[in-house]
């Protein structure tokens, strides 16, 4: 079986080995046959810190070749987003059943390959800000991976929502994405107060955010790509008193992965989540799409497709 393992030698770090053996589900497994997959900004740390030929891939969507044994789970022939701990950039890949969900026959697969880690993390993140209807809500890193979804789904929960891009290029993006407010600077006149905080960036952001939010408001703090964040208490003293920061772990919990998963692709299938697809290519070019990605070139996600002989064999 073909699929990519970590190589320091080869670009990106990664090579398409044609010598993986075939997945051995365990009873409460499927077998996938996967048809996209998407790629993530933490993968890109994972690929150098990982020993070699270590197998990527958490996101994944495609048909079921095999039901789990056990009977539970999708049958075969099923259409599925999958997410996984690794192994899911390859031809197939054995899927815990609980952490899949059956895919409406109006999502593709690459819409679907878009929404198990970065979907599922603005939805908790969401989740964890509390009730944000009629509220000023602040997503920092909007137009990307995770920050896409965050806006639409801020949006779709009745929140004011203000972008913060980091280029005042994608300003552009982010009103696409429904934004009512599009901010290059956190030090921007009338921002907020805001009551809940979606931060995918952190660094120095973290603390201008929170000298921007309200009283008792809550901040979720999902992302680390701007570096480590040093809060002061007396950032919270302007307004932000008594305010909450969540250090969000997003996979926890595991069990209902699947059924978020479930939920993000009825939004989809019903045209109230727009998955934003940046980059779509052929799966053996993944070290390309990698480097763009680290790069900062792709707006939402990035997406590898497998031809269907491939992921059927």
Request: charged share 20%; no cysteine; proline share 7%.
């Amino acid at each position: 079986m073909r699929g990519f393992v970590t190589d320091p030698n080869s670009r990106a770090g990664l090579r398409l080995a044609d010598d993986l053996p075939e997945p051995e589900p365990a009873p409460n497994e499927f077998l996938l046959g996967v048809r996209a997959f998407a790629i993530n900004h933490d993968e890109l740390n994972l690929i150098r810190r990982r020993p070699k030929r270590w197998r990527p891939g958490q996101d994944a969507a495609g048909i079921v070749l095999h039901a789990a044994a056990d009977g539970s789970g999708p049958p075969t022939g099923a259409r599925v987003a999958a997410y996984l701990d690794g192994q899911g950039w390859a031809e197939r890949v054995a899927v815990p059943v609980h952490r899949a969900a059956v895919l409406d026959d109006r999502v593709s697969f690459e819409q679907a390959a878009t929404l198990p880690i970065a979907g599922l993390t603005a939805l908790r993140a969401l989740r964890a800000a509390g009730a944000v209807l009629g509220r000023h809500v602040l997503v920092i890193g909007a137009t990307g991976g995770v920050g896409q979804f965050a806006v639409q789904l801020a949006l779709a929960s009745g929140a004011h929502v203000t972008a913060y891009v980091s280029r005042p290029e994608n300003r552009a993006k982010a009103l696409e994405l429904g934004a009512h407010r599009v901010i290059t600077s956190l030090d921007e006149q009338g921002l907020g107060p805001f009551y809940a905080v979606l931060d995918g960036v952190g660094g120095p952001l973290t603390a201008q955010a929170v000298r921007q939010m309200a009283p008792r408001g809550t901040l979720i703090w999902y992302g680390n790509l701007g570096g480590p964040a040093e809060l002061r208490l007396a950032d919270f003293y302007g307004q932000a008193w008594n305010a909450h920061v969540v250090g969000f772990i997003s996979p926890d919990p595991d069990e209902t992965k699947g059924e978020d998963l479930a939920m993000l692709a009825a939004l989809v299938a019903n045209g109230q989540l727009a998955p934003r697809v940046g980059l779509t290519q052929e799966w053996k070019q993944t070290p390309d799409a990698l480097d763009a990605l680290s790069k900062g070139k792709i707006f939402g996600k990035a997406v590898l497709t497998l031809p269907v002989k491939a992921s059927t064999r």
